[in-house]
């Protein structure tokens, strides 16, 4: 379809039907050179129009309003700019959850689900511990702390966080995605940098678990990365120093401090830095007990466990 045409299109805004709009959003795309252009038109449409996929499939024939379908062209618009899906429709999906999304602040990734499903899987190993108290660094949207809470709220088990980010966007995001999903009362949110804001109370906090998700994008990777990443997500939130690095360094040295003795040290890290992380894991004597390592769905090295000693002397 050549300009033009598509311009007629899109003058029709009174008698679209579903049809019509995922063919336009497709034709708009692929013009675009977007590989994906049809899956990403019915995504587009599917959370527009608040229906499954499949409906859109079975309904191709109902009308859509005037006022929705000027607001599918506005979103193929910006698709057609690069800014990145989950900006557009304000939402992603994150182990079930609908997670509310916004500019500025990271996207949340399905290689964290692994992350998180190997926190709530080590949770789950001690059922004893009625009320657990953990520590995520870098909370971005939430995702981390409140899926793990809302899963086991529903089983009927305490488990409270402290989530910190130096993002003040991040953090209102991630606060209004707690109320959405009932775990408000259950993660205490605070600014700053790492484990400064922790350092600031009047009393210390020992943690059973320490999770992050910290940037750990190298500088050279950086200049390699999607341009939808590179210049729609917020760099503080990927970039981790000269080899993506700087964030580890820091809370492997600073974590035992703040961490039960037997407590887990949970880490996700680029898929290229596996030894380098579990070097500086090795090398605390905090550290010495069982270090695990995971893959991701793809099979990339993707994240690490470590647990303190459970004694000084071990
Ligand atoms: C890769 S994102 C992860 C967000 C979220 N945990 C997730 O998995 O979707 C890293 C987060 O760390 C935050 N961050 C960057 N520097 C930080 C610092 N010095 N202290 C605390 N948080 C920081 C960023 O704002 C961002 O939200």
């Known amino acids: 379809m050549d300009n033009c045409s598509i ?22 795309l692929e013009q675009n ?20 996929k499949s409906a859109l499939f079975l309904n191709r024939h109902l009308p859509v309003s005037p006022y929705k379908t000027k607001r599918f062209y506005e979103w193929v618009e910006q698709r057609k700019k690069g800014i990145p ?3 557009i429709t304000g939402f992603q999906n994150f182990m079930g959850l609908e997670f509310e999304t916004s500019e500025g602040v990271f996207i949340p990734r399905s290689e964290t689900e692994i992350l998180v499903e190997k926190i709530i899987e080590l949770i789950e190993m001690f059922p004893e511990k009625k009320r657990l108290s953990l520590l995520d660094l870098g909370a971005g949207s939430g995702v981390i702390p409140i ?4 899963f086991f709220q529903k089983k009927g088990r305490d488990v409270n966080f ?3 980010d130096v993002s003040e966007k991040a953090l209102r995001l991630a606060a209004k995605n707690a109320q959405k999903f009932h775990c408000q009362n259950h993660i205490n949110f605070m600014k700053g940098e790492l484990f400064t804001p922790l350092k600031e109370l009047n009393r210390s906090i020992l943690f059973d678990g320490i999770i992050s998700n910290p940037p750990y994008i190298s500088h050279r990777d950086w200049k390699n990365l999607p341009d939808e990443v590179r210049i729609f997500e917020p760099p503080e939130a990927l970039l981790g120093g000269e080899k993506g690095l700087d964030f580890y360094q820091k809370i492997i040295r600073e974590s035992p401090k703040f961490l039960k003795p037997g407590g887990f040290l949970a880490l996700e890290f680029g898929h290229r830095q596996k030894n380098d992380i579990k070097q500086l894991i090795t090398e605390n004597a905090n550290y010495l007990q069982k270090v695990i390592t995971f893959r991701d769905y793809y099979h990339n090295d993707r994240g690490i466990i470590a647990f303190k000693n459970s004694s000084e002397n071990n």
Request: aromatic share 8%; net charge negative; hydrophobic share 35%.
């Open 7 to 28: 311009n007629k299109t899109v003058e029709k805004t009174d008698k679209q039907n579903i049809g019509d709009l995922l063919h336009f959003g497709k034709a708009v």
């Open 33 to 52: 050179s977007n590989q994906n252009a049809e899956s990403e038109s019915i995504l587009l449409l599917s959370y527009l129009l608040n229906k499954e």
């Open 85 to 87: 899906i989950q900006y």
């Open 147 to 150: 899926t793990v809470c809302s």
């Open 162 to 164: 402290y989530a910190v």
